[in-house]
């Protein structure tokens, strides 16, 4: 590890006299190498809905830091998650997300396995010497339903979602209570020119809130907003409004309220007001300068209403625009000679709605990685 990649051990500890990581720590390959192997490898990452695999063989895929992953429920209802490798050649196994055969065939040379990943047939195997089946399975990799969501872990010795993130799954609960009822409604994909890092500092504060997102500002009132530090998560939480801007509110609703939950290392989930339905946004770093982005929407109902088709919009072409606007700018700028390396952490002593503690702490537990 380079000097210049190393940073004390205090780092961040005192959130009202702290300054970001320098900026080699957004744009450095070797860095990212580091937080691939260290972070992403051993931690419990959400990577869609309980609702995307309810039934017996269903499945989705996902690209985490590299690796493509399968998540299948099986015949017998339990789920699993495996590279999706083939372990013949390599190839990879399945696309997409859908609906399973009772068997997953290799494409590349027919090899076929059952739900639970063990070899089915392997064409010709009688006649090759010493083939080792039981060493010709899928590999597995921890899985696990938390709070509503799937997690994988790709570490062997890896505990449960719990121990990671003690009291989320409660606290989530209270917030939406229909969770585990959500739907996927829909997903926007992309390769974000940003540095995961820059994704979630961006998030772990409501500072930049009133200029860059006027809409979202209408409706979460910033002076009656809190956020607070948990076990390796925090949660934002301000009392809200009706606009014409975004949150549309049925006057129904009593005291409505805006929650939005950073879990380590780089999911977020937002219940919006109303309380019955959210969004999850999930950080799947690529390389060091980029991020690829799932923004999902959730709703209780599969036939839409209009006012519904009307706020994917809005995320679609407003909101969510603005949040990538701004990582993809500071990307940019970090790599400036104009940029003094560090970023000043604007931490209130009130840990007002516009205080940047929650970067501090987020700050404080990456740097356990680079000591």
Known sequence: MEETEKLPENFCQDPDNAWTVPKVFYTSKSVFEREKDE????????????????????????KVIGENIIVIRGKDSVLRAFYNVCPHRGHELMTGAGKSKN??????????????GSLALARNCENVANFDKENS?????KVEEHAGFIFINMDPEATCVADQLPGFAEKLGEACK?????KLAA????????????????????????PAHPGFADSVQVD???????????LQFGHARSSE???????SIKDPSFSGFWTWPSTMFNVPPGGDFMTAIYEFPVDEETTLQHYDIYFLNEELTQEQKDLIEWYKHVFRPEDLNLVE????????????????????????????????????????YHQ
């Open 39 to 62: 972070i992403f490898a051993k931690s419990w990452i959400a990577v869609g809905h309980c609702s995307e695999v309810a039934t017996p063989n269903q499945y989705f895929t996902r």
């Open 103 to 116: 068997v997953i065939t290799c494409p590349y040379h027919a090899w076929t396995f059952k739900l639970d």
């Open 137 to 141: 399975n899928l590999v597995s990799l």
């Open 178 to 182: 229909v969770v585990k009822d959500l």
């Open 187 to 210: 997903r926007f994909v992309t390769d974000t020119p940003a540095n995961w890092k820059v994704i979630v500092d961006n998030y772990q504060e409501c500072y930049h809130c009133g």
């Open 224 to 234: 009656k907003y809190w956020h607070t530090i948990h076990e390796n998560w925090t």
């Open 245 to 251: 801007k975004s949150f549309k509110l049925d006057p």
């Open 329 to 368: 700018s500071v990307q940019r700028g970090l790599k400036s000679r104009g940029y003094r390396g560090q970023g000043r952490i604007m931490t209130d002593q009130q840990r007002s709605g516009i205080s940047e503690h929650g970067i501090a702490y987020f700050q404080s537990l990456v740097a356990k």
